[in-house]
């Protein structure tokens, strides 16, 4: 049985972000994984009934996502909206579908609130970037689910060789 790979739906081109838009990943392996049924698509806000597009959200207080998923931290929408709800709902839908579909691995976009692997934004709304997980990339990892952003499809490559 082949490795599953959960994958952020804008990665796939899916119009799901924010903003209305895709941020397609471009790989020739990309394709490959899809041909074989490896790829395993979910975009979390919209799993927890957000819409697109929709405001912009951030974690406060320059925290990560382990701390909202303690309940130590909020995500809020530029508008002041607390989305911190979806973004939990978003994240235990994503892991219970890594669950059902056997993923091993995730292929997540970076800078998200949700998906961020690598970075997230500080929560100034100000483009600030920080090192840190977002809510549903810690919760995967937490669930035991190698979490890789959309920069580190390389290192994703060689693992899965392994």
Not at 80 to 89: G, I, K, P, R
Request: charged share 25%.
């Amino acid at each position: 049985m082949q490795n599953k790979i959960l994958v952020s739906a804008c990665l796939m081109g899916q119009a799901v972000r924010y903003d209305g838009r895709a941020k397609p990943l471009l790989h020739p392996v990309i394709e490959t994984w899809r041909a074989e049924g490896r790829l395993v698509t979910i975009c979390p806000e919209m799993s927890a009934g957000m819409q697109v597009p929709r405001p912009p959200a951030e974690i406060l207080g320059g925290a990560t996502g382990e701390e909202v998923l303690a309940g130590k931290a909020r995500v809020v929408e530029l508008t002041d909206a607390d989305v911190t709800e979806e973004f939990l709902q978003a994240a235990e839908n994503a892991v219970a579908l890594a669950r059902q579909a056997g993923c091993r691995y995730a292929l997540l976009i970076d800078g998200s609130p949700s998906c961020g692997s690598d970075f997230i934004y500080d929560g100034t709304f100000s483009g600030h970037k920080q090192a840190g997980k977002g809510v549903t990339a810690a919760a995967l990892k937490a669930d035991g689910v190698e979490v890789f952003s959309d920069r580190e499809i390389e290192r994703l490559i060689d693992r899965i060789a392994q």
